[in-house]
């Protein structure tokens, strides 16, 4: 059974920095992408970045773009979201998802329907 546990949501001032961590267990990790996504209050859950198995290839949100950095570490089965610059509007649950990786990953990344599982959120709230 695959879990996925993010860790490292708080509070923070705006323009602080936060890192968000994503353990999984229960897959083969380095078969697997995986993506941030968050949803604030009152709104839809939207995508915010993702990163092939590989690490190769990252994707991000244009509201993360030069502010957020994904990573992984395939030793430790862990996915991080480095969130630096934050606004008040980042303000958020944020969840981990993970699906497995497909050739065709680059045209549906951003959609959650492709991603089988997920965490169970950590909330980011940035005071402003």
């Known amino acids: 059974q695959v879990e996925l546990v993010e860790s490292g949501g708080g509070l923070v001032q705006a323009g602080g920095s936060l890192r968000l961590s994503c353990a999984a267990s229960g897959q083969t990790f380095n078969k697997y992408a995986m993506a941030w996504f968050r949803q604030a209050p009152g709104t839809q859950r939207q995508f915010v970045a993702a990163i092939t198995s590989s690490g190769t290839n990252k994707y991000y949100a244009d509201s993360a773009k030069g502010r957020f950095t994904i990573s992984r570490d395939n030793a430790k089965d862990t996915t991080f979201l480095q969130m630096d610059s934050l606004k008040f509007e980042d303000t958020a649950v944020y969840y981990c998802?993970?699906?497995?990786?497909?050739?065709?990953?680059?045209?549906?990344?951003?959609?959650?329907?492709?991603?089988?599982?997920w965490g169970q959120g950590t909330l980011v709230t940035v005071s402003s």
């Open positions: 998802a993970t699906g497995r990786q497909t050739p065709d990953f680059y045209s549906y990344y951003r959609r959650e329907g492709p991603y089988e599982h």
